[in-house]
């Protein structure tokens, strides 16, 4: 009797967190599921069922498949630039463990990635301003050419690459630090002992024990990059000051079609195909993680 009685106590004391969840994480997802096989122009409450003729229109649009390869691009650049970069510094701090100024390289690290990104973009915008950019000064100070940085489409690529990877950083660091702090000194031990240096016992056992800290942070940022809209918002901006045109990426396509072109159930459409690309590609990652531990 006790026994039931606790289980229906546990029972209703998650109902509520249940509840909450499922209105506020997988009621919009089943809605938008729904909404991409509408058409619905927002302003009107008849919504006009077209089945999958939204997803069909998505692949002959070149402003989608422009905004979706840009998108793509930042993800995995921004993953590529953040994984080996955030081990590194990783590796380094846990070393300066003893330091006094421990803390304060942790603190300087996470920072970037809790700072509002709107300021962020506008502080890095200012780095890359072609006139008055502390970047062009250095490399015209070292004897090269100044670039147009923002106003370049492949130059603003990089650069909204650089800002995720600055900004994702951060987290990828703790997340680190705390997967080293868990491998067993045992083994580094023992590697000291056959006459492993710290590069070597790094890239060696460092690198493969730290294999699922590594698949959590590549698809932490690899979400991160595919949701990328504020940073290019801001720095892809054109002269006439109609910003995101420069570079679109899919969540800007996004809210132009939903709350400019009024085209709710296409932006359905586009959401739908962006989750099932982080599905996609988690299960992939995950997937090559467990092939690999196999081996």
Request: charge should be positive; aromatic fraction near 14%.
């Amino acid at each position: 009797m006790l026994k039931r009685k606790k289980f229906w106590f546990a029972i209703l004391a998650i109902i509520p967190t249940f509840a909450i969840f499922g209105w506020v994480r997988m009621y919009p997802i089943v809605e938008t599921l729904r909404l991409s096989m509408y058409q619905w122009n927002l302003l009107s409450k008849d919504k006009i069922f077209v089945g999958l003729a939204n997803f069909a229109e998505l692949f002959g649009d070149n402003q989608f498949l422009d905004a979706l390869t840009n998108t793509a691009i930042i993800a995995f650049g921004a993953m590529v630039i953040t994984i080996p970069a955030s081990m590194a510094l990783a590796g380094v701090i846990y070393h300066r463990t003893r330091s006094r100024f421990a803390g304060f390289y942790e603190t300087a690290v996470f920072i970037p990635h809790v700072v509002s990104l709107v300021p962020a973009a506008m502080a890095w915008k200012w780095i890359f301003d072609a006139k008055l950019g502390p970047l062009n000064a250095i490399i015209v100070s070292l004897g090269g050419e100044a670039q147009a940085w923002l106003f370049d489409p492949v130059l603003s690529v990089v650069c909204i690459i650089l800002l995720v990877s600055w900004q994702t950083l951060g987290y990828a660091v703790l997340i680190y630090l705390v997967g080293f702090r868990n491998l067993p000194k045992s083994v580094f031990e023992a590697a000291r002992l056959d006459g492993a240096n710290g590069v070597q016992s790094f890239l060696y056992m460092s690198v493969p024990l730290l294999k699922p800290i590594t698949l959590y942070v590549s698809v932490v940022t690899l979400i991160s990059g595919f949701n990328v809209y504020a940073q290019a918002y801001v720095l892809a901006s054109d002269t006439q000051g109609a910003p995101g045109r420069l570079v679109r990426v899919l969540v800007l396509d996004m809210l132009e079609n939903s709350f400019q072109n009024f085209r709710v159930g296409y932006a359905a459409a586009e959401a739908v195909i962006l989750l099932l690309i982080v599905l996609v590609l988690t299960t992939v990652q995950f997937g090559l993680l467990r092939q690999k531990g196999g081996n």
